[in-house]
Every structure is written in C-alpha cells, then in structure tokens.
C-alpha cells in the first residue's frame, strides 16, 4: 500500500489578516515571525537584511533590529522544520514552493485580459480584503495601496465582463463590490450604470448617477466627469452637461 502523499509546502495568507500555512494546517508564529514573514512575501526581490531590519524595527537603536532579526529567523528554522524563509549570501526570500495568496490573486486577476473564459470563478470576498488591515506598519502601505488598484481593476473588468455576457446579476455584484472597496471610485459607478442601462433598467441607471453625483460634490467638490455625464445625457434630454452644478 502506498503512502498518502502530504502537502509540505508553506502558504502565507495576508488578506484579511495573517495566516502561515503548512500542508493544509495552521501553524502558529509569533508576532516577530509574522511581521518578517509578511515583509519578506511582499517582496518580489531578494530582501536586503539591514534594510528589513531597519523597517521592521524603525524605533529600536542599532544593533537592536539585527539582532531581532536574526531571532525570529531561528524561530522559524527551529519551529517549522526550516521555515518558508531562505537565508542566503544575498539576503531573504521565501522558498521557492512558499504560495502567497496576494500574488496568487493577482495572477488570476492579471489573467482576465488574456483568458476570459477561466475568470468566472474569481472569488468576491477574497478581492474584497485589504492586505492586513489591521497592521499600522509604514513599509505596508505601498503593498496596500498596489492590492487596493490590483483589486478594484480587477473587480471592474468583471463587472464589464459579466455584463457583456449578459450576466447582470453577477455583473452587479463585482460593480458594487468595487464600489464598497472605493465609494468615490466613478469608473465604478460608471460600470454599473452601464449594466443597468444594459439590462433595461433607465431609473436604475439614473439612480447610481444620482448617487454618485451627490457623493463626489459633497466629498470632493467635484462634479461627474463629461464621460458620465454623456453615458446618460440621453435618458434626460438634456445636452451633454447635465446637472453642471
């Protein structure tokens, strides 16, 4: 009889909160472990150790950053069987079978344009999530804000995507879903006044314009482009500048 084969390898899930995977187990981590492990997977290229150090650490006098540095490395090694982290000559990265769930997102997202027939079954609520939303770190913010577009573009093409399909239900979903993700985000609100206006629904239509219209003067000052404005010039009878104040 053969032995069942057991998934070894790591996964790092950083949507939503942080997770550190073994197999098909949870595994436990500490808050230093966590905090390299999340700058580490967030990281295409190999990480320079001073330079994580020093980000990880920001408030700590040399040489204390190192030397944490080095401890939740150890952790790692001696806890899980060597760790999803690879020391080298050149620095940090993670091994090469470690799966990180913000990069796996983004390769389906990025193959939406390429194949749009195997993109139905994106997940919502996983594109839904920030990256850690409950961390404060500083070095954090440039992978948020790059999830957050990765996301929102994402969300959009398959609002567009369903809609020419004639999928209006779902069409509607991942237009609201980006509109929750970012309120003021027009190109959402136009995305979904185009399903609307595309399943029949004029007052709908006018009803997200309406919605957008308020929400973009009473936050930004600001009123809807020319570009919406004309997506829905014909349902007024009105020239191409409706509501202009």
Known sequence: MQAEHIATGFAVRLLGGFELRRGDR???AGPSAQRLLAYVATRRAVVNRATAARALWPDYPDPRPAANLRSALWRLRREHGGGPILSTAGGLELRRDTVVDVHTVHAR???LSSAPD????LDLAVLRQDVLP???DEWLLPTREWFRQV???ALETLCSRHCRYGRFGAALEAGLAAID???LRESAHRAIVRVHLAEGNPAEALR???LYRRLAGSELGLRPSQQFRALIAHLLGRPMDVHAT
């Open 151 to 153: 996301r929102l573009h």
């Open 134 to 136: 409950d961390w404060a």
């Open 118 to 121: 195997t993109a139905w079954d």
């Open 26 to 28: 949870p595994v436990a």
């Open 208 to 210: 997200q314009y309406e």
């Open 181 to 183: 993700c970012e309120p």
């Open 109 to 111: 997202t990025s193959a």
